[in-house]
């Protein structure tokens, strides 16, 4: 089972959650700082204040990326570190660390894939209306721009925003996620002007030369467990087409359009937004964990996260599940790849985060996660048999280098291939990371 030639292997972090040096050279506050701070948020009171030190110990990580033999590095840069405040003057110290970063990783021959928007909105932008407002989609094309004019030397590949769903949403409706906020009609304007934000953005990227502008999102197949097939088709509007329709055939589908109406309606999708959101992209970056699981449930309130879904029961786990209680469905994988290559063809696909998290226990200088090492190999075999059916996929990057903060569930969640001793900050190669360093080298897995 040999992947196509140039097939690209690599693994993700975000800044948020392994940077640490929250107060460090200029970087302002982020809505998760503020976020993590307040009791009941996250787990234990954790917040990213610390995290994996790798603020500090980048060259270090690096080094442990290229023993793996990764070719590929996906990282988010911190709007906060670049403008402390979100716009105005910007912090040279901070564009410093990625440059740093950047250069290392090319010295190690190791593509860098940044992403613009990996959930730490300044908090300066927050107060003012965070990205309910439409103001915060142009401050995030400067962004992008003023990274761009330090990085555009070196880096390719661009990446925009990484789960605008998960951004809005868990953000602004269930409030799970920072900025806490319980407010469906603020999640969809959110929505909107994240979806804004990243046309924008690409836009200023293209301008400024950027060889490849790419968008990352959440996405799953959405599973009907009882003989229906309408109470799916909504959910999977909400979570899937919500996103792709806009950037990929510059339009919403009706169902979005008729719930956000009822929702605080539609004020805020202007002439013209849809074809900003809809710029030619390179590549479409795939989050996958799980497909979710929905039956008809007459009476049952819209899930939380999911204004409008009334009458709809998300269903729990059946099967198999990871710590996270996500359930381990490989062929979900294939499923959505397939999916994709078929309504969105002219879109390259790349897999940006897949992974799962395990209880994992330090044994002496090693961590046996079996389950970790069947996940990944399930999931790798399903990326295979969709590239086989003719998906259009160039790489996969595994969810996570490094055990992390992991959102509202703190230090408790490990996803890393790389196990993180937060009080020594000790790292050890999982049997994962050593078994997929043998993945790559043989592009696949031979002879099985
Ligand atoms: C995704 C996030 C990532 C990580 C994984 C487990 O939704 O993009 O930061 O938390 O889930």
């Known amino acids: 089972m040999v992947f196509p030639d140039g097939f690209v292997w690599g693994a993700a972090t975000a800044a948020y959650q392994i940077e640490g040096a929250a107060a460090e050279d200029g970087r302002g506050p982020s809505i998760w700082d503020t976020f993590s701070r307040v009791p009941g948020n996250v787990a234990d009171g954790h917040t990213g204040d610390v995290a994996c030190d790798h603020y500090h110990r980048y060259a270090e990580d690096v080094r442990l990326m290229a023993g793996l033999g990764l070719a590929a590095y996906r990282f988010s840069v911190a709007w906060p570190r670049i403008l402390?405040?979100?716009?105005?003057?910007?912090?040279?110290?901070?564009?410093?660390?990625?440059?740093?970063?950047?250069?290392?990783?090319?010295?190690?021959?190791?593509?860098?894939?940044?992403?613009l928007y990996h959930w730490d909105l300044p908090q300066a932008l927050e107060d003012a209306g965070g990205w309910a407002s439409r103001d915060t989609a142009a401050r995030f094309a400067d962004f992008a721009a003023v990274v761009h004019e330090r990085l555009g030397d070196r880096v390719r590949t661009w990446t925009t925003l990484?789960?605008?769903?998960?951004?809005?949403?868990?953000?602004?409706?269930?409030?799970?996620?920072?900025?806490?906020?319980?407010?469906?009609?603020?999640?969809?304007?959110?929505?909107?002007?994240?979806?804004?934000?990243?046309?924008?953005?690409?836009?200023?990227?293209?301008?400024?030369?950027?060889?490849?502008?790419?968008?990352?999102?959440?996405?799953?197949?959405?599973?009907?467990?009882?003989?229906?097939?309408?109470?799916?088709?909504?959910?999977?509007?909400?979570?899937?087409?919500?996103?792709?329709?806009?950037?990929?055939?510059?339009?919403?589908?009706?169902?979005?359009?008729?719930?956000?109406?009822?929702?605080?309606?539609?004020?805020?999708?202007?002439?013209?937004?849809?074809?900003?959101?809809?710029?030619?992209i390179d590549l479409l970056g795939i989050n996958y964990y799980n497909p979710s699981f929905v039956?008809?449930?007459p009476g049952e309130p819209a899930n939380p996260a999911f204004p409008g879904t009334e009458g709809i029961r998300f269903e729990p786990p059946t099967g198999p599940t990871t710590a996270m209680d996500w359930p381990i469905e490989p062929s979900g994988l294939e499923t959505l790849l397939v999916r994709l290559s078929r309504d969105y063809p002219e879109v390259g696909l790349l897999v940006t985060e897949n992974g799962a998290a395990f209880d994992d226990h330090l044994t002496g200088d090693e961590v046996h996660d079996k389950d970790r090492i069947a996940y990944l190999d399930g999931h790798l075999r399903a990326a295979h048999a969709a590239i086989s059916a003719g998906a259009d996929l160039r790489g996969?990057?595994?969810?996570?280098?490094?055990?992390?903060?992991?959102?509202?569930?703190?230090?408790?969640?490990?996803?890393?291939?790389?196990?993180?001793?937060?009080?020594?900050?000790?790292?050890?190669?999982?049997?994962s990371a050593l078994w997929y360093?043998?993945?790559?080298?043989?592009?696949?897995?031979m002879g099985e």
């Open 84 to 115: 402390p405040t979100g716009a105005g003057q910007v912090n040279a110290a901070g564009l410093g660390f990625y440059d740093r970063l950047v250069d290392e990783l090319l010295a190690h021959g190791i593509t860098p894939y940044p992403t």
């Open 162 to 280: 990484n789960e605008p769903w998960v951004a809005a949403f868990l953000g602004y409706c269930s409030g799970v996620h920072a900025p806490g906020r319980r407010d469906p009609a603020a999640a969809f304007r959110a929505a909107h002007h994240l979806l804004l934000g990243h046309g924008l953005a690409a836009q200023a990227l293209r301008a400024a030369g950027a060889a490849e502008v790419a968008l990352t999102l959440n996405l799953a197949p959405v599973i009907q467990t009882d003989d229906g097939h309408q109470e799916a088709a909504r959910v999977d509007a909400l979570m899937n087409r919500q996103f792709l329709d806009p950037a990929l055939r510059g339009r919403y589908p009706e169902d979005v359009l008729e719930i956000a109406a009822r929702h605080g309606g539609l004020d805020h999708v202007r002439d013209g937004d849809l074809a900003v959101i809809h710029q030619p």
């Open 295 to 297: 039956s008809a449930a």
């Open 396 to 431: 996969y990057l595994v969810w996570s280098l490094l055990d992390n903060f992991e959102w509202a569930f703190g230090y408790h969640k490990r996803f890393g291939i790389v196990y993180v001793d937060f009080e020594t900050q000790r790292r050890v190669p999982k049997d």
């Open 437 to 445: 360093r043998d993945v790559i080298k043989r592009n696949g897995f």
